[in-house]
Nanobody
Framework: QVQLVESGGGLVQAGGSLRLSCAASGRTFSSYAMAWFRQAPGKVREFVTGITRNGATTYYADSVKGRFTISRDNAKNTVYLQMNSLKPEDTAVYYC????????????????????WGQGTQVTVSS
């Protein structure tokens, strides 16, 4: 069983910053790619960013490129999401997710390829 616990969400004004953390336990963290997804009210869950198991390669949705940065610390079993220059359209519940297959060389952007999810953390950006 894998547990993912997110933290760091909150309310911030447009232009502000937040840093999300996701602590993992239950399997070899360093063997799996990790990703952040988000879901706004009435919308489907969408890929935000992902990172390969060794942290060498990162992927971003066009909507967050240049503003968000994903990183991971395999010694701490934790993945981070630094969000800068936040916009009201970034408002959503943010979820940390673990790839369902170990040793994958790339990050998949589809929800179905992730088998463990955190409980989600709310990010609200006011205008």
């Amino acid at each position: 069983q894998v547990q993912l616990v997110e933290s760091g969400g909150g309310l911030v004004q447009a232009g502000g910053s937040l840093r999300l953390s996701c602590a993992a336990s239950g399997r070899t963290f360093s063997s799996y790619a990790m990703a952040w997804f988000r879901q706004a009210p009435g919308k489907v869950r969408e890929f935000v960013t992902g990172i390969t198991r060794n942290g060498a390669t990162t992927y971003y949705a066009d909507s967050v490129k240049g503003r968000f940065t994903i990183s991971r610390d395999n010694a701490k079993n934790t993945v981070y999401l630094q969000m800068n220059s936040l916009k009201p359209e970034d408002t959503a519940v943010y979820y940390c997710a673990a790839d369902r297959r170990p040793w994958r060389a790339v990050v998949d952007r589809t929800v179905a390829e992730y088998d463990y999810w955190g409980q989600g953390t709310q990010v609200t950006v006011s205008s």
